[in-house]
C-alpha cells in the first residue's frame, strides 16, 4: 500500500547524516536557535509523514522559523546548501504534498501565528502562515465577523497550507475557495526575497497577481508567510436540513433547485448509504432516519440575518422528489446533522487505510461518473468498498476505497482516467502533491504543462522549492 | 498634452511600409483572408489611439482573425517575422494599454463574438473575448441570470478587454473583480500554442493558476480568446438611492454603515458637488436636490429576490448624518439617479480633454488623500479642476483634472506619489496601460518586480506580447 516517493523522486543516494558537525544544521541553528532545528528521528518523524501514511521521506532537519525575516535567512541558507525546501503548515495533507524528499529541509511553519487586530472597515485581517483554521475563526468571530473557509481539520489545517491548497471546505458554495478570500499575501521566494502585498486593497492592479499564483502552488513557488484575508458577515441565523433523496442524480437535481431559489444557502454536503451507515456503526452517530434506509442525502445549511428555515421549507415545497426531511434550527440538533457528514473521516478511518481520491465532476455528468466508478471497482478490484462524500454544489466528490490491496497506483491512475472521460478534474482541494503529478495530463494539455514548468523555472531555477510536489521529482525542466 | 509613447519606447527606427509587397501583410492575409487585414491608415487609425488620445502610435497593420485558431496562426506569422503582437478589444482604454508601439501588429479581436448557450446548471457560460459586455448582459438575461461585472462603457468594452484589465466597475462591492467571474479561460501564449481550461469546474487544482494570472495582465502574457463565466442571479427587485452628505469622510461611514447594515448591496458609487454641477451644466441632466447644494453624494443601489427599500430605509435610521436623500424605486426614476453618475464621463470631456488617474486608497486614508490632492494641485497646478468621483466601497477614486497644462508626466508622478504615501494603489481597475510603467515601483518592491519580470520573461522570452505595456518597452529583462 505504501508508495515511496523517494524511490519514485530518483533520489538514491545516501541520506547525509545530520548532526552537531553539519554545516547546514549550525547555520540553521545561527537563524532560528538551537531549539528550533529539530534532527532526533523520534522528534520529526510526525513531520516526515502526512496524515495518510502513504507518503513519507526522511528529511535533513525540521526548522521552525518564528517570523518571514527568519523563513528568508533560512531559504537563503538552503540556497547556499543546495538542499531543497519543504515547507509545511499543519502537515492536514493528503497526497504527500508537505512530506519531505530524502535530504530536504522541512520548513514548519506553525510559530508564525500571529493574529492582527481586524480591520472592521475593510471587513480583513492580517495574519501568519501558522494560525490554524479554528484560530482565526474565533479571533473575527470576537467581532462579528467570520473567514469564508471552513473544513474538518480546523483545528490543526494552518492558513498558509489553505493557501497553498486553495482549499476548499464546506462553504465554497457560499464565499468561493481560498483563492477568493485571499487579498493580499508575503511570501519568500526562492532566493530568499520577501514579496508582499498586505495593503488590503481590493482593487490594486499594479502587473500580475503573484499572491493569486501562489494560492494553489503547493510550496513550489515560495513559501507563503503571511496573509490579508477578507472576512465575511456572520450571519445570525442559520438552519441545518438533511435531505433523503433516491439518488445521486435527485441529489443533483435538488442542489440546483437550492441555488436557485434559496439566499443564503452555505453549505451542500452530499453523503451515501454506506457512509451513513458507517458513522452510525463506527463513530457513534445516531441514525438520522430511525431505521429509515435511502441511498442518498443532502446536509443543507442556510445562514441569514432572518431565520432561514421558513424560506428554505417554501422553496423545497415544489422540489424534487423528497423521501425524508430533518430539520434543526438550535445548535445541537445542527451538530447532530452535521456530524452525519463529519464523521465520516473518522468513521472511514476506524473500518482501516483507505484509498482516497479527491475530484471534480460536472454536475451534469456527476452521476454518470458515480455509475461507472461503482462498475469500475467492482470489475477490477472485487471486494473493494467505496465510500463516496463531498461538497456537491462544487461537482467535488471525495473518493474513499476500503480495502482495494496493496494497489494504489493502479487505483489512482484507474479513477483518475475516469473522472477525465467525464470532464472532471483530477485535483479539487486536496492538491496534487505527490499522489498525482504522474496525472497531470489528464487535466492540463502539452501546452499548459509547459507554461506552468516555465513559471516553475522562472521562480525557482533550482528547483529547490517542494521538489517532487505538482512535478515529477526529477526537475520540472526535464519532464 | 500628448506623450508619444514611441519616442518613450526609444523605437527610432524608421516605420516599415506596409503594402501589397509586405511579406508579413502576405502571410497575415493568408490567415485571415484581404478583408481582415488593415493597411490604409485612414482605416486603422481608430486602432492606433485609445479613448483618451494620449497614446497612440503606428501599427504595420491591423489583423482581425475570426477564432481561436486564426488568433494562433497571426501570433506565429508575428514570430516568425520578429514583429510585435498588441492585443485589442473594444478599446475603450484610457491607459494606452491597447495602443501599438510602432510596427507593431494589432490584433483586434471584435470578430471572436461566439455566445454559447448558457449552462444554467453550472450557473456559468462561454464567451468569445470579441463580446461586448451589453451583449453578454443581454444574451444571459434571457435565461434570468445576469453577468456580475458592468461598467459605462458596457456597448463597446469587451469581455477580453475587461479581462485583460481586471476591470472593476460598478458592481464589485456585490460580486468581485473581473477576476472572481473568470471560471476558465482560452489563450493563444507567444508561441502560438494554445492554452484552454473551459470544463467549468469551480474546484479545478492541478498547477497553477494560469486563468487567474492572465487576468489583469494586460496582453502581455497570452491573447484571451475565450472566456468561461460565472454568472449571478438576476435579482426581481432593486432600489437606488442618492444620498447627500457633507464630505467624503461622511461618504466613507455611510459606506461602511450600508455594509454592514444591507444585504444586497450592489453599488457604492461617490460623486462631487463639482462633478454634479457639471452632469447639470453640461449633460443635461436634472439637478438632482432642485438647487440644494451638497459636497459630496453616494448613489447607492440595492438589490434583492424581495423590494429592498424598506429595509435600505431601516438600515439608514440611525445612520451617520445624511443631509438629502432621493429615493427610486421603478426604472426610469433610478435611470434619473444613475444619470448623475454615469454622465460624469461625458460631461467632463465636453469641458476638455481631461487628465485621468485612476487609483486605490484604503477608506480610513481616502478622505485626508483627497484633502492633500486638493493641496497639492492648488499647489502646483493652480487654475486646474479636479472632478473626482468613483467606486466608493472599494476605495477606487477616479482623478480627473481639468486644465493642468501640458504637464502630463509630471502630474502623474505627484498624483502617483500622493497615493503611495497614503497607502493606496497607483492602478484601480484601468491597467498600467503605457501610462504608469514608469512608476511600478510605487506600488511593487524591487522583488515583487523581478518575481513580475521573471514570469513575463518565462512566457514571452522575446517580448513580443505588448510589449511597452506594464513594464518599458525597452525590454522587460533590461530594468
Known sequence: MTADPDARAGRDRPEPEAGPEDALVRALVGVVGDRHVLTDPAVTAPFETDWTRRWSGRARCVVRPRDTAEVAAVVRVCAAHGVAVVPQGGNTGLVGGAVPVAGGVVVSLTRLDGLEPVDVLAGQVTVGAGVTLARLQEHVAAV?????????ARDTATVGGTIATNAGGIHVVAHGTTRAQVVGLEAVLADGSVVARLGGLVKDNVGYDLPGLLVGSEGTLAIVTRARLRLVARPAHRV????????????????????????????????????????????GVADPFAGRVHAAHLVVEV?????????????????????????????????????????????????????????????????????????????????????????????????????????????????????????????????????????????????????????????????????????????????
Request: charged share 20%; proline share 6%; glycine share 10%.
Open 240 to 283: 441545518v436540513a438533511l435531505f433523503a433523496l433516491d439518488d445521486l442524480a435527485a441529489a443533483v437535481q435538488l442542489t440546483a433547485h437550492l441555488r436557485q431559489r434559496v439566499a443564503g444557502l452555505t453549505a451542500v454536503e452530499y453523503v451515501e448509504r454506506a457512509g451513513v451507515e458507517l458513522v452510525v456503526a463506527r463513530a
Open 144 to 152: 462579528g465577523l467570520a473567514y469564508g473557509v471552513d473544513l474538518a
Open 303 to 479: 445562514a441569514g440575518a432572518e431565520p432561514p428555515a421558513e424560506g428554505l421549507a417554501a422553496a423545497v415545497a415544489d422540489a424534487p422528489a423528497i423521501r425524508d426531511v430533518a430539520v434543526a434550527e438550535d445548535g445541537p440538533g445542527q451538530a447532530r446533522l452535521w456530524v452525519v457528514r463529519e464523521a465520516h473521516t473518522e468513521a472511514i478511518a476506524a473500518e482501516g487505510v483507505p484509498h482516497k481520491l479527491d475530484v471534480t465532476l460536472p454536475l451534469a455528468r456527476i452521476a454518470a461518473f458515480r455509475a461507472a466508478l461503482d462498475q469500475l471497482l467492482a470489475a477490477r478490484w472485487p471486494g473493494s468498498r467505496p465510500i463516496v462524500f463531498g461538497h456537491l454544489a462544487d461537482g467535488n466528490l471525495h473518493v474513499n476505497v476500503l480495502g482495494p490491496g496493496p494497489d494504489a497506483d493502479r487505483l489512482d491512475a484507474a479513477v483518475l482516467e475516469l473522472v477525465a472521460e467525464h470532464g472532471g478534474s483530477i485535483s479539487s482541494e486536496h492538491g496534487v502533491g505527490r499522489q498525482k503529478t504522474a496525472y497531470l495530463h489528464l487535466g492540463r494539455s502539452d501546452a499548459d504543462r509547459a507554461a506552468m514548468r516555465a513559471i516553475k523555472r522562472a521562480l525557482d531555477p533550482d528547483g529547490r522549492l517542494n521538489p517532487g510536489v505538482l512535478f515529477p521529482a526529477s526537475s520540472p525542466a526535464a519532464t
